[in-house]
């Protein structure tokens, strides 16, 4: 109708208006934060910075203003939205989203951790093809058996002692977990609970997405302001080194009291033991 076409309009004349996000995507590294991000975006009432801001973890000091400058102009039912999964990490972002506003709703892609730590360490070794082997880099004393928790690839898949930090200022309501299996094997239902989430119209639905053997990802039949169809790029879906059996188990009973945590804390079982 007319309203729409204004809409538009609007927007082409750059009116609209930039807003502070009411929604973000906080985590996690590895979990599928873009593909989420990207499938929102089809959402005609959606708009997102492309770029990760990085506001709440490494550019605070430039203030508010300068945050919403990056924003995206929005009309008016229009949900202003941006992703930078280390947020979920830093021990400083709750408070500091807390402080922009209370009413943030946040989205966390959660992903079996062990697959997260492997692809997580897959990233580096793609840029620093030098690094030490995965094994070597998981265990404190190999001989023991003690895991390095320090190493910031296990340390961001113990999803349960992270949560806690955000649940000192948010209530468990406000934040919505989105399962990184789920949103490759069935991303129209996925995306319903994010609309859903949000208060937006079902929009993005299964008539949206195909699957791509060859990649082994949903892809887009058509992005957002395109005619084509759009998978991820080529740093998407890279293929992970053969890790050890043993290192894998082992990795697999280290998370499993942290994913049971997890699994009651948000009253979602995700399957991943």
């Given amino acids: 109708g007319t309203a729409g076409t204004?809409?538009?309009?609007?927007?082409?004349l750059g009116e609209g208006s930039k807003r502070l996000p009411q929604a973000i995507i906080i985590g996690v590294k590895k979990g599928g934060t873009r593909?989420?991000?990207?499938?929102?975006r089809v959402h005609p009432d959606v708009r997102a910075v492309g770029a990760e801001p990085h506001f709440f973890d490494r550019n605070y000091e430039r203030g508010l203003a300068w945050y919403r400058e990056l924003?995206?102009?929005?009309l008016e039912g229009q949900?202003?939205?941006?992703?930078?999964?280390?947020?979920?990490?830093?021990k400083e972002a709750p408070a500091r989203i807390s402080s922009?506003?209370?009413?943030?709703?946040?989205?966390?892609?959660?992903?079996?951790?062990?697959?997260?730590?492997i692809s997580d360490y897959t990233q580096t070794l793609s840029k620093k093809p030098d690094i030490p082997t995965f094994?070597?880099?998981?265990?404190?004393?190999?001989?023991?058996?003690?895991?390095?928790t320090s190493w910031s690839a296990i340390q961001i898949g113990i999803y349960a002692k992270h949560l806690e930090n955000w649940l000192l200022y948010f209530p468990i309501g406000q934040i919505l977990f989105v399962s990184g299996e789920r949103l490759i094997s069935d991303p129209a239902g996925e995306l319903g609970r994010v609309q859903d989430f949000l208060g937006l119209k079902r929009i993005v639905t299964d008539k949206h997405f195909y699957f791509n053997k060859t990649k082994g990802f949903p892809c887009l039949k058509k992005a957002e302001g395109s005619s084509k169809?759009?998978?991820?790029?080529?740093?998407?879906?890279?293929?992970?080194p053969d890790i050890d059996q043993e290192v894998v188990q082992r990795l697999r009973d280290f998370y499993r009291p942290f994913n049971m945590k997890f699994y009651q804390m948000t009253g979602q079982d995700f399957g991943w033991d």
């Fill in 35 to 40: 593909a989420l991000l990207e499938f929102l």
């Fill in 229 to 240: 169809p759009h998978c991820l790029g080529k740093t998407k879906g890279r293929t992970h």
């Fill in 6 to 12: 204004a809409g538009t309009l609007a927007l082409l």
């Fill in 71 to 74: 924003m995206p102009r929005t």
């Fill in 100 to 117: 922009m506003s209370k009413g943030t709703k946040l989205i966390v892609v959660v992903r079996d951790p062990v697959t997260r730590a």
């Fill in 79 to 90: 949900i202003t939205m941006e992703k930078t999964p280390s947020y979920f990490v830093t």
């Fill in 135 to 148: 094994e070597s880099l998981t265990f404190k004393n190999r001989t023991t058996g003690l895991i390095d």
